[in-house]
């Protein structure tokens, strides 16, 4: 019997024991293979002062990873001076039947997402994002925006989808870049 | 809750009645030492990540002492002082949703410390002798408890300065605990001791976070949910 009682001491005492080292505990979610792609980044531009006047532009890259360069044969505005317009930024892939809607995930996690936009400097363009998200205080996000044009000119605009999970402040330096693709603008 | 102790003291009553015929003598009292596994239950048991009411509590330790003093009549006051180690559980879960929260490549979660709690529980007991050797204790007991939550740090890969955590969180609550236990009395002084318990306590947490500037991922900042489960024990006690 004192067998028994030594075990059960020995049973409560490595009990304690397990419970005092045991170690912190970590845990990984590796990469997975993606199935969904960013081919296609559309300007949608409607003139505020004539809504019957609509352009697309489209930046097309349907295979990033090998050397063929993007399609920008359709990258191209061409906006009138003097002119305010309202722009959607659509992103897509076009590798999918029917096109898969990248723009609806975007603005799902439009909380850590931001759309940049850099003019040459020859291009008389002001861009303003007129949308925001869902943070407190609310950051714009550059989905839906307003171009308001000068006087005639010619230039390249940059547009970056900046991926800033965690680190959104409302400037585009934090994060990394989910797209940059650039769109000749003539102004007339 | 009721339920469990309108159980117990059906039985209480029920074996009073059917022992009224055992032999009368004063049980023995005793002190000693105390341990076994903590089986949490409910909320604080699950471990899913879209669900802010998971504690990620997994069944785990427990130890302490353990004491009680009988009166004449077979009634006793005593207590208990435990620690309840419940660890982690889950760590997997969390780090798979906060890669799809801020769809990035990958994602690491550290967790800091265990979910665990500090129980120190006293008052009536009832011994009912079964024959010389063997009796069943049942106890219902009140007290504090005093339970920590783990905290953990979510790394982002490939993002400068992302880095966030939640950090431990410590509440102190009232908390209850029933059950019984079969004593066998080795020699006049030593005793086995095998039980079962439920317990219960409900604290409030307040849960501090660091480095969370978004709306984006899981992230809770209190925690009111009923600490719930079943202790299963072994103790060796002095007999007195």
């Given at each position: 019997m004192k067998k028994v009682i030594s075990y059960a001491s020995a049973v409560i005492i490595l009990t304690v024991l397990w419970g005092s080292c045991k170690k912190d505990e970590q845990a990984v979610a590796p990469p997975v293979p993606e199935n969904e792609f960013l081919t296609t980044v559309e300007l949608k531009v409607v003139n505020e002062s004539d809504p019957s006047d609509v352009q697309t532009a489209s930046w097309i890259d349907?295979?990033?990873?090998?050397?063929t360069p993007p399609?920008?044969?359709?990258a191209k505005l061409t906006l009138k001076a003097n002119t305010k317009y309202t722009v959607q930024v659509l992103f897509w892939d076009d590798t999918k039947t029917p096109r898969g809607d990248v723009t609806a995930e975007i603005k799902e996690r439009e909380n850590y997402h931001l759309i940049c936009f850099t003019a040459t400097s020859g291009l008389d363009l002001t861009v303003k994002r007129t949308d925001h998200d869902t943070n407190s205080p609310a950051l714009e996000v550059g989905l839906e925006d307003e171009f308001t044009t000068g006087a005639a000119s010619s230039g390249t605009l940059n547009v970056e989808l900046r991926h800033q999970p965690?680190?959104?402040?409302?400037?585009?330096?934090p994060g990394s870049t989910d797209a940059d693709v650039n769109y000749q603008i003539t102004i007339q | 809750m009721n339920r469990i102790l309108g159980i117990i003291l059906t039985m209480l009553l029920s074996i009073s009645v059917l022992s009224s015929q055992a032999q009368q003598r004063r049980l023995p009292s005793y002190v000693g030492i105390t341990g076994g596994i903590s089986a949490p239950s409910g909320n604080f048991a699950k471990d899913d990540y879209d669900n802010d009411r998971s504690g990620f509590a997994g069944t785990g330790a427990m130890a302490g002492i353990t004491g009680v003093y009988y009166f004449k009549s077979n009634f006793g006051i005593g207590g208990i002082a435990t620690y309840n180690d419940y660890g982690f559980k889950g760590a997997q879960s969390l780090a798979d949703g906060y890669k799809e929260a801020f769809d990035v490549d990958s994602s690491t979660v550290d967790i800091n410390g265990s979910n665990h709690s500090l129980n120190i529980l006293v008052g009536p007991y009832y011994g009912i002798p079964l024959n010389s050797k063997l009796s069943l204790d049942v106890h219902v007991l009140g007290g504090v408890v005093n339970a920590t939550l783990a905290g953990n740090t979510v790394y982002l890969e490939d993002?400068?300065?992302?880095t966030f955590s939640q950090k431990k969180a410590t509440a102190t609550s009232f908390g209850l605990q029933a059950g019984a236990a079969l004593r066998y009395s080795v020699t006049s002084h030593l005793g086995l001791m095998l039980g079962a318990d439920y317990f219960t306590s409900k604290p409030d947490f307040k849960v501090e976070n660091e480095?969370?500037?978004?709306?984006?991922?899981r992230i809770i900042t209190s925690y009111h949910e009923a600490i719930s489960g079943i202790n299963g024990s072994l103790s060796v006690v002095y007999q007195f």
């Open positions: 349907l295979d990033p990873d090998d050397d399609d920008v044969s359709k965690n680190v959104k402040d409302g400037t585009c330096d | 993002v400068e300065n992302a480095n969370r500037p978004l709306n984006a991922g």
